[in-house]
């Protein structure tokens, strides 16, 4: 069965430090993947997606970039965190082609102080 | 383009009493709907999903939902709800993204279910 991983769990980072959160698949080959944030008391942001190793899609211009360098693996990252950058962030996953059900990960709980 | 809105930003019912959660979708294409829960700091956890086939569509935990394309609706039902239920719920509603196929989906904003002892 396909399990997704993120780590993270928790984290407080001081501003302007940088970011690095880790989303992992398993069990699946060549998935869509996503990174979402969810700001207290709102909704579901999309931020980024990616249908391949290398190929990465935004949504919202921030201070947020993402890669893929494994087919299975996708990271958030930040040279500079902002406060606006507090949230739950959550990855997901999607089988390409076959169906758009999207399946996520426990989430990063992220605190720039 | 697709939008979904959830009606009742937070619902309360008691325990053991009907809970009906509204959605109303707007969707130029035959669209996939699902409901999501998500429980306090955990991820989201797929309820249910329409993508019409049988417009009566049974999910997990006793929800159920029924797709009613005149009223473009995709109301989330439970006969009976249990202490276990409260959390958020999001109707969420595909968008193909063309030829791109990147099944993106688009968020309600959510809806607070409250369950009463």
């Known amino acids: 069965s396909q399990t997704i991983h993120q780590w993270p769990a928790t984290l407080v980072q001081p501003v302007g430090s940088p970011l690095s959160l880790e989303c992992t698949v398993e069990?699946?080959?060549?998935?869509?993947l996503y990174w979402y944030r969810q700001a207290a008391g709102r909704g579901l942001q999309l931020l980024f997606y990616?249908?391949?190793?290398?190929?990465i899609s935004s949504e919202v211009p921030q201070n947020l970039s993402a890669s893929r360098p494994q087919d299975r693996q996708f990271i958030l990252s930040s040279k500079k965190l902002l406060l606006s950058d507090s949230g739950f962030y959550l990855c997901?996953?999607?089988?390409?082609?076959?169906?758009?059900?999207?399946?996520f990960g426990p989430g990063t709980r992220l605190t720039v102080l | 383009a697709q939008s979904v809105t959830q009606l009742d930003s937070h619902v309360s019912v008691s325990e053991g009493t009907p809970v009906l959660l509204r959605c109303n979708y707007s969707?130029?294409?035959?669209?996939?709907l699902f409901w999501y829960v998500q429980h306090p700091n955990k991820g989201l956890q797929l309820l249910l999903k329409?993508?019409?086939?049988?417009?009566l569509v049974k999910g997990i935990n006793g929800f159920e939902a029924e797709f009613k394309k005149s009223e473009t609706s995709f109301h989330l039902t439970k006969p009976s709800a249990h202490m276990s239920d409260a959390a958020e719920y999001f109707c969420?509603?595909?968008?193909?993204?063309?030829?791109?196929?990147?099944?993106?989906?688009?968020f309600g904003q959510g809806t607070t279910l409250q369950v009463k002892p």
């Open positions: 997901a996953w999607s089988v390409r082609l076959a169906t758009d059900t999207q399946y």
């Open positions: 069990g699946t080959s060549n998935p869509n």
């Open positions: 990616s249908v391949g190793i290398g190929q």
């Open positions: 969707s130029s294409y035959s669209p996939s």
């Open positions: 329409y993508t019409s086939a049988a417009t």
């Open positions: 969420v509603v595909s968008d193909p993204g063309g030829s791109s196929n990147t099944g993106k989906l688009i």
